[in-house]
């Protein structure tokens, strides 16, 4: 009788070494700590090497262009390896591998977060920052996920539990989707950043400055709060008339500094109608990422041009009205300043301590480039306008990184393919061996099969033949093998049981007598039958 499709993994798993117990996952996991570690330092290495080489004394702006750079090949060091690997998986799963594609990927993507971690705490330290523990690197990027990007976790959250076939419980997880999409639009990441501790209510200093600003420009604010995090940076929420303050934008501004940047955030809450919809409309860009998994499946990778597609084009359209809305609320803010050039000096503090350049690598960033800001707030800088990031250390950094990762994936890929090469029985047993914890392929079971009993390994190589039979249904070879292994070990029930199921797999396939396969297994089941004699009168 055949084995079931569980008992099939476990019998294939008892031959292959700790590593393959989920096929290719288990040593991509271990190829994305490599190679993230690995290419976020070496990135950050090259893209950093001028900053590492200014003087003590540098203005600010001058090491912030410098840095920024890093901050890009960085993300690439830890991003490609996440991709690279978790599409390989995707790709070549094998029966092995009995996680879903979602928790699969999700592994993959915390490993390249963990592993990357630590060398970002160089980077940390050339902003003149205390990076701290590659735990709290992490917490806080966990906070900058769920403020800037809450819509982004709804995603993620989403591909993790939606799986091929379509079923109405994913109509449960879209509606779910939905639901969460429209709250962080309206909250952000806001209500779970509470459960977390990582936000409290503002303090007394900043409640009354707020509270100022808004008597001053007849807006309503509905509540004022600080959250934990290391970025200092101020964030309206135009949807539910709420201020975020960070609890470094406090240590680093005065207060008339924060009360500059409270004007200005206090203009995007009375923004018109229309443009609040278009933020509400927009949180909704990411969640047919969520839905992934249901639209790969049904279209294969071109599912996901879909979701990029709307992406693209509707986010070209949002960040010119972004742009225009955050020269709105710059011009509220300039109108509120009591001392001409104190919004100026607030955001250049910000940018100071953020090691941000003045002038940034994109044209049409959402917010336009302190230079100009502090020009048409009539502070222009004392100092020429400074040279935007150069793109070739982010771009050396970056393919370092690529250098790294993708030479790695593609021997991961390929390595199956060495078992065919190999001509020494004891070496292509182990090559065969790393080939199935790899792919599992139809052939790969069998030639491992066949390796294992050469060596004489029948109590194994059954194991395989017998997980063949399940994982590879339809194929004669399997069961015809079988029969072959259980003939020569004298269990002859189960060799006949085998020659049945592989002859009834033979006329489901209309394949002919002569098969090698089934001439073969027929050769072996006929000598382990018992003979017969016939006695004759004298």
Avoid: K
Avoid at 1 to 30: H, Y
Avoid at 117 to 143: F, Q
Avoid at 229 to 247: K, Q, Y
């Amino acid at each position: 009788m055949a084995p079931t499709p569980e008992e099939a993994v476990a019998l294939l798993r008892s031959a292959l070494p700790w590593w393959g117990a989920q096929g290719l996952w288990i040593p991509a996991l271990l190829a994305t700590a490599l190679c993230s570690l690995l290419g976020t330092w070496g990135a950050i290495r090259i893209a950093t090497a001028p900053a590492r080489r200014m003087p003590a004394g540098a203005v600010w702006y001058e090491r912030a262009r410098l840095l920024y750079p890093a901050q890009s090949a960085s993300l690439l060091g830890f991003v490609l390896p996440a991709v690279a690997f978790g599409v390989l998986v995707t790709l070549e799963r094998g029966p092995l591998i009995t996680l879903s594609p979602g928790w699969a990927i999700a592994g993959i993507v915390v490993t390249a977060l963990l592993a990357g971690a630590g060398p970002r705490r160089e980077l940390l330290r050339l902003r003149g920052r205390d990076g701290g523990s590659t735990l709290a690197i992490l917490r806080d990027d966990l906070v900058g996920l769920l403020l800037m990007a809450p819509h982004l976790g709804v995603a993620l959250v989403l591909a993790l539990l939606l799986r091929p076939p379509f079923e109405p419980v994913d109509a449960l997880g879209l509606g779910l989707g939905v639901v969460a999409t429209a709250l962080t639009s309206l909250t952000s990441g806001l209500p779970l950043l509470r459960v977390l501790g990582r936000v409290r209510p503002a303090p007394e200093r900043l409640r009354a400055i707020v509270a100022a600003a808004a008597a001053r420009l007849q807006v309503r604010v509905t509540r004022v709060e600080l959250v934990d995090w290391s970025i200092a940076n101020a964030f309206a929420l135009p949807l539910c008339g709420g201020l975020v303050f960070t609890t470094r934008c406090c240590e680093v501004l005065d207060d008339e500094q924060l009360a500059a940047i409270a004007a200005h955030e206090l203009g995007h809450l009375g923004e018109p109608g229309p443009a609040r919809a278009a933020r509400f409309a927009a949180g909704f860009l990411l969640l047919p990422f969520g839905a992934s998994p249901l639209l790969m499946g049904a279209f294969g990778l071109w599912g996901l041009a879909i979701p990029v597609a709307l992406l693209v084009l509707i986010g070209l359209v949002l960040q010119r009205l972004a742009q225009r809305l955050e020269l709105r609320a710059d011009r509220v803010a300039l109108a509120d300043e009591p001392t001409p050039g104190g919004y100026a000096r607030a955001l250049e503090a910000l940018y100071r301590d953020n090691a941000f350049p003045m002038v940034g690598p994109r044209r049409r960033a959402p917010h336009p480039h302190l230079y100009d800001r502090m020009c048409a707030a009539g502070s222009p800088p004392g100092h020429p306008r400074p040279a935007p990031p150069r793109r070739t250390r982010s771009l050396a950094g970056g393919l370092l990184a690529a250098g790294i990762t993708l030479p790695t994936a593609f021997l991961l890929m390929l390595a199956p393919l060495s078992a065919r090469f190999e001509t020494d029985p004891a070496l292509r047993v182990n090559a065969l061996r790393h080939a199935v914890a790899l792919r599992s392929g139809r052939d790969d079971l069998l030639a491992f099969a066949l390796a294992l009993d050469e060596q004489g390994e029948s109590g194994p190589a059954l194991a395989v033949t017998r997980a063949a039979v399940t994982l590879a249904p339809g194929e004669v070879a399997g069961p015809a093998l079988q029969a072959s292994l259980h003939s020569r070990r004298r269990e002859c029930g189960q060799a006949e049981w085998a020659l049945a199921e592989a002859r009834r797999r033979a006329r489901a396939a209309t394949l002919p007598d002569d098969d090698p396969w089934l001439l073969s297994a027929e050769h072996w089941v006929e000598s382990c039958r018992p003979r017969t004699t016939t006695a004759r009168r004298g």
